[in-house]
């Protein structure tokens, strides 16, 4: 029987409030199906008070009209409390989220390096003069956009709501985070520690619930001046036209179905430890995930048989166990995998191993499935097409690097791409046709990428988070004309 945790308020205000309505919702853990926790669940009219609570830090003197140097203190303190915490958070995140701990433990280092990153450029985000000549001095400011509001998935919760909640912070926005209903713990605990290091009230509001009811009631907020969403592209679209209603200018991270490319003259085996990783890390459920492999066809059989081996030999498991791999978050998406098997199958895909559960009983309550090799697919099928979102590589063979760079842009999406071969002359060549926002070559991820822009072409999204990039989203400028003289 899984321990179940205490009920979660809300924070709004810098307060701990139950639901306006009395509400809750039940978290599931997904290593064993049973109840987590249950967590206050925020009404349309929770999500109002959380953005009155945001307006009102931005407009009090001990938020709006702080020093910048300050604000990156504050950030600073968070990020050493998280990484206080961190095996704590970690923990938490695995029973949330199913994930192994030492990828836990990774998001929750990552997260507390983007507190430091933006802590260090709170009090560096200068403006320009711009020369029209004697008689005139014109200068611009950034200055915060004002609330922003954030929705995030259950995929990546604490690195991800950090991803967004600390550029916000650093450029002196006031932010309200809403978890997914699926995975809200880290979100919380994320909530105490910026009130425990003394970010003052209402600068940060967490509010978990349901898409439908806060989520919707965030996006449509009359009050908000801007949104960062990440999650799939149905929603994303949703989500963007309530904002534009108000005018409010959103940050899309959507979904993708990004290429590893391997070619013959790669290191087969840097390639096939790359490839694995890339679409088993958090058993699939990522933005990121490289979900297609695309292969020379002089290569294929041995990266096949490389990445046959790796996908046996990975041991299932509950996240705290730290296994290869966790389960899936839910029973629903479980079920959507398996139906996408099966779309394969049908469409004239080999599956080389898994494809389905695993028949250890111990595993038997947790949403679990076996690490799947997708082989004989064609560019075209809708399992080289559609975003799967779980441990299910499709494989895709090419004979030179045209063909590889076209199949790569034949897609809806451009998150991520990876590039595997020992010829610069062709990394390069292949880099530069890519339609992607990032392209790695000889390395997939970066170990969370921090520093580096990240972002979508094609329906994987618009705006950038991470790196200085994203301090645009969260700042506007204005410009100060004078004459003198
Ligand atoms: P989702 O779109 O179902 O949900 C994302 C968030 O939106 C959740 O908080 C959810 O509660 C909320 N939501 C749902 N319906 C809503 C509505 N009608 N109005 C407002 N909010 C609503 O996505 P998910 O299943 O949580 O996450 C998986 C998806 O997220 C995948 O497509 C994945 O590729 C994408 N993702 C993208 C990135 C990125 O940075 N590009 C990162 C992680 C995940």
Redesign the pocket.
């Known amino acids: 029987m899984a321990q179940t945790l205490a009920v979660e308020k809300l924070i709004i205000g810098g307060e701990r409030v139950p639901a306006s309505d009395g509400g809750t919702l039940d978290v599931v853990d997904p290593s064993t199906g049973q109840t987590l926790a249950t967590l206050a669940r925020a009404t349309a009219a929770d999500v109002d008070r959380a953005v009155k609570a945001a307006r009102a830090a931005m407009e009090s003197k001990a938020w709006g009209g702080i020093l910048p140097a300050e604000r990156g203190r504050i950030l600073f303190r968070i990020a050493h409390k998280i990484r206080e915490r961190a095996e704590e958070l970690a923990i938490l995140e695995s029973r949330d989220n199913g994930k192994p701990l030492r990828q836990s433990r990774t998001d929750v280092q990552v997260a507390a390096r983007y507190f430091e990153f933006y802590a260090g450029v709170a009090d560096k985000i200068m403006g320009q003069t711009i020369p029209l000549g004697p008689g005139f001095l014109d200068y611009t400011i950034r200055e915060p956009i004002g609330v922003s509001a954030h929705?995030?998935?259950?995929?990546?919760p604490i690195q991800?709501g950090s991803?967004g909640v600390a550029p916000a912070l650093a450029a002196g926005c006031a932010v309200v985070l809403?978890?997914?209903?699926?995975a809200p713990m880290t979100a919380l605990r994320l909530g105490e520690i910026v009130l425990e290091c003394g970010l003052p009230a209402g600068a940060l509001n967490v509010v978990p619930?349901?898409?439908?009811e806060?989520?919707?009631a965030?996006?449509?907020h009359p009050d908000i001046n801007q949104l960062t969403?990440?999650?799939?592209?149905?929603?994303?679209v949703?989500?963007a036209k309530?904002a534009a209603d108000n005018v409010v200018p959103v940050v899309?991270?959507?979904?993708?179905k990004s290429p590893n490319i391997v070619f013959f003259d790669a290191d087969l085996e840097a390639a096939a430890q790359g490839v694995a990783n890339a679409i088993f890390q958090n058993a699939g459920?990522?933005?990121?995930?490289g979900s297609r492999l695309l292969v020379e066809r002089r290569a294929h059989d041995e990266m096949v048989e490389r990445l046959a081996a790796r996908a046996k030999s990975m041991r299932l498991g509950p996240g705290v166990d730290d296994p290869d791999m966790g389960p899936i978050?839910s029973k629903r998406?479980l079920e959507t995998i398996e139906q996408y098997i099966q779309i394969g199958r049908e469409e004239g895909a080999h599956v080389v191993t898994g494809g389905r559960r695993p028949d250890d009983p111990r595993l038997g309550g947790g949403y679990f499935l076996e690490p799947t090799l997708l082989d004989r697919v064609s560019n075209d099928m809708r399992v080289a097409q559609e975003?799967i979102?779980g441990p299910v590589l499709s494989i895709v063979t090419f004979e030179d690097l045209d063909e590889a760079a076209a199949l790569a842009n034949r897609s809806d999406y451009g998150?991520v791409a990876g590039i595997w071969t020992r010829d610069i002359n062709k990394a390069l060549a292949a880099a530069s046709r890519i339609k992607s926002g990032q392209v790695y070559v000889n390395t997939y991820g970066a170990g969370g990428g921090v520093e580096l822009p990240?972002?979508?072409y094609k329906k994987?999204?618009y705006g950038r988070?991470k790196g200085l990039e994203a301090l645009a989203s969260y700042t506007q400028v204005k410009n100060v004309c004078i004459k003198f003289g």
Not at 151 to 156: A, F, K, L, S
Not at 209 to 212: A, E, L, R
């Open positions: 929705i995030v998935p259950w995929n990546y991800i991803r809403k978890p997914s209903s699926e619930g349901t898409g439908s806060a989520g919707a965030l996006a449509s969403f990440t999650g799939s592209v149905d929603v994303g949703q989500v309530m899309m991270e959507l979904g993708g459920q990522t933005c990121s995930a978050i998406q975003e979102f998150l990240f972002g979508g994987s999204g988070e």
